[in-house]
């Protein structure tokens, strides 16, 4: 039985339910008499330890049962919600989280046990459980007490009948000093999979000894024909200990009998002539079969590759699929036709079809790919909690525009950055509430995050009503980590020595805190954030607050660029960075500090000559006119030299790999339809 297979599914499922744990605890923290809250936190807590039982995760499983037990007791009236027992469950859940890590990384769940967790739960079912507590302790002291006065009928293994040749491998094994084990296993009632447990504890079992007989058959344990116990004679070199720590490892097994084993004289032994001995061995080589499941595959990660689709989004899909065939059976159906002017007239009709179809198949696609950003800051309302706490500073998280769409590949990029900001201005952003209270502000910083499509971008807006950047500082702190000279200093804007910021490790801080920045500035927002093909700004006043706009593209795969030619090369340019087309005339291109610029209708513009910078060779007459094409990062704006125009396209892009080692002024390529490869100039970056 290989559980592998549904790894994916699990970690998916996972992820659902501590996101549902994470926001109902929130509300639950704010409205502690929300019964609908305790019981879809119960429900989702008994969801996550029935999965983590079914795929083995023994210490998973143990963390959410005793959550579950927690919030049982809550259900039931037998304890208040109070601020202590919402810390412990947010410990809980990251424990959780934790775990969950480990399995997508390597498929195994750690070694950590989390004791600590589950008694800061425990604690909390003492300090306010009454009577349930004793009745808990009751309870286990019966089980206990019975468990001592019927051991000697639980050894149900003294009980099983054995053949001849079975008598003789136990004979061997005794006389070559190995140990003989009878052993009695008994399965939680509660559990659902019993089979599972049975085959766990069979393949743990086989990996420190030889399995000679089991009652109930292999067939019928695999089948679940039988009750909540089983039985089997075991031979193994290894200690009574150490095999019965294999069964014990095993999940919902409630109580294992093992000891040494003597055949009783009153168990009949039945002679080979009456057993088929053929049949027997066929089970055991089932067993083998079943219990040598493949090995975990330690290290490699399990990536999440699953994107939920709107079953309407696939009749969609479905429906141009049937059209594109058609289109093809027309253009099928004109080769065919010997009239070439009738041929000719009907190839242009097939044709404009064929275009309309892959256009909007290619809307489709898209449509499928596309993410709500609610995947990923959903998270952040917690994130912001728990920095409310450690920073002491009152703080809320407003968001709006959760179901902006985003393509798939850009949402699991995306994450990281916001993040990073969102500490940012928690840290580094919000004054403390007492600073807050002296400048007459209200007590409770707000930080808005935005999301807004905006034409084929995406636009995020990470906002706080903090003190804002003082750009004084900013240059103070530049001029002595050597970024600036107190010259350059004196002649920046204010919107450029915000621009600092962006710098490699570049922080005003004066402390480095393990909350934002950890000593490492925003360029590494900003590398991850062009590296999608956005870009990112910041506005700010002193005293007021500060604000970080994102664009992002809405999808990169698909993207209308310009094609254009330098010397004999063809090259891309992505259309949304695009503001115009200059035809300018040599003798107009001005020098400042040594470099190409032109004044287009009041505004200086940089020069930078394409075929310079992908190093093409010279050409052999400098013309009168060059066209240049004007693109945009942010505000800023510069004009690329190019030879010709070859018009507007849509492109596939392609990825180059991480085997060919280019210049970051590349981002890709893409193939025409004459099969020439073009490659894509990343705009932002000559920016």
Request: charge should be negative; hydrophobic fraction near 40%.
């Amino acid at each position: 039985m290989d559980l592998s297979q549904y790894l994916e599914i699990f970690i998916d499922e996972t992820k659902e339910h501590l996101q549902t744990l994470n926001d109902q605890v929130l509300i639950l923290e704010s409205e502690p008499d929300n019964i609908d809250t305790v019981n879809e936190i119960f429900r989702a807590a008994h969801s996550l330890k029935g999965m983590a039982g079914t795929m083995g995760f023994k210490r998973m499983q143990r963390l959410t049962h005793d959550m579950e037990n927690v919030f049982s007791e809550v259900r039931n009236g037998k304890m208040s919600v109070t601020p202590d027992l919402v810390d412990a469950v947010f410990k809980c859940l990251d424990a959780v989280e934790e775990y969950l890590s480990c399995i997508v990384s390597s498929s195994d769940e750690g070694d950590n046990d989390n004791e600590d967790v589950i008694a800061a739960l425990n604690a909390c079912l003492e300090t306010d459980g009454g009577s349930s507590i004793v009745d808990a302790v009751m309870e286990t002291a019966v089980t206990k007490k019975e468990e001592v006065t019927s051991g000697e009928d639980k050894r149900k293994f003294l009980h099983i009948g054995i053949a001849d040749f079975e008598k003789n491998a136990i004979t061997e094994a005794k006389a070559k000093n190995m140990n003989v084990y009878g052993v009695t296993v008994y399965i939680d009632e509660n559990c659902i999979l019993k089979a599972a447990r049975a085959f766990l504890v069979f393949k743990g079992l086989e990996s420190v000894g030889e399995i000679i007989k089991s009652v109930p058959g292999v067939q019928d344990i695999e089948d679940e024909k039988f009750d909540f116990d089983f039985s089997m004679i075991v031979i193994s070199s290894k200690p009574i200990e150490a095999v019965k720590k294999v069964i014990t490892n095993v999940s919902e097994i409630k109580e294992v009998v093992l000891e040494e084993y003597e055949i009783p004289s009153d168990v009949e032994v039945v002679s080979s002539v009456q057993v088929e001995k053929k049949d027997e061995n066929e089970k055991k080589e089932d067993l083998k079969k079943k219990t040598s499941a493949p090995a975990k595959s330690g290290g490699k990660p399990v990536a999440n590759r699953s994107v939920r689709v709107d079953i309407e989004k696939l009749d969609v899909l479905m429906n141009l699929v049937s059209e594109l065939i058609i289109a093809k059976n027309g253009l099928v159906s004109v080769s065919n036709q010997e009239d070439s002017k009738t041929s000719m007239q009907s190839f242009n009709e097939q044709i404009e079809y064929l275009e309309r179809v892959t256009t909007n198949l290619h809307e489709s696609v898209m449509k499928v790919r596309m993410v709500p950003i609610e995947s990923v800051v959903n998270r952040f309302p917690r994130m912001i909690r728990d920095l409310s706490k450690k920073l002491g500073k009152d703080m809320e998280l407003i968001m709006t525009g959760e179901d902006t769409e985003l393509d798939r590949t850009v949402i699991d990029e995306i994450g990281d950055p916001l993040m990073h900001m969102l500490r940012n201005s928690a840290d580094h952003g919000l004054e403390s509430t007492i600073d807050r209270l002296k400048l007459g502000k209200p007590q409770v910083g707000t930080i808005l995050l935005n999301a807004y499509q905006d034409g084929n971008n995406v636009t995020i807006e990470v906002e706080d009503d903090g003190k804002g950047i003082d750009v004084e500082k900013v240059k103070a702190s530049a001029i002595e980590k050597g970024h600036i000279t107190e010259e350059q200093a004196e002649m920046m804007s204010e919107k450029e020595a915000v621009e600092l910021l962006f710098r490699p490790a570049f922080s005003t801080a004066e402390k480095i805190s393990d909350v934002s920045g950890r000593g490492v500035g925003l360029d590494v927002v900003k590398n991850k954030i062009e590296g999608l093909g956005g870009d990112v700004e910041v506005s700010t006043k002193l005293g007021e607050g500060t604000k970080f706009t994102i664009r992002l593209p809405l999808t990169l795969a698909i993207i209308q660029a310009l094609m254009v030619e330098v010397r004999n090369e063809k090259y891309a340019i992505p259309l949304n960075s695009i503001v115009t087309i200059e035809d300018i005339l040599v003798s107009d291109i001005k020098y400042v500090q040594q470099k190409e610029v032109i004044n287009l209708r009041g505004t200086v513009i940089p020069l930078v000559r394409l075929d310079e910078m992908l190093d093409c060779p010279p050409r052999e007459d400098e013309p009168e006119n060059l066209v240049v094409v004007i693109v945009k990062k942010g505000d800023k704006q510069t004009g690329l030299v190019i030879d010709n125009l070859l018009g507007q396209q849509e492109i596939v892009i392609k990825p180059l790999g991480k085997y060919i080692n280019i210049h970051r002024m590349i981002s890709g390529a893409t193939i025409l339809g004459d099969g020439e490869v073009a490659l894509i100039i990343d705009s932002n970056s000559l920016v």
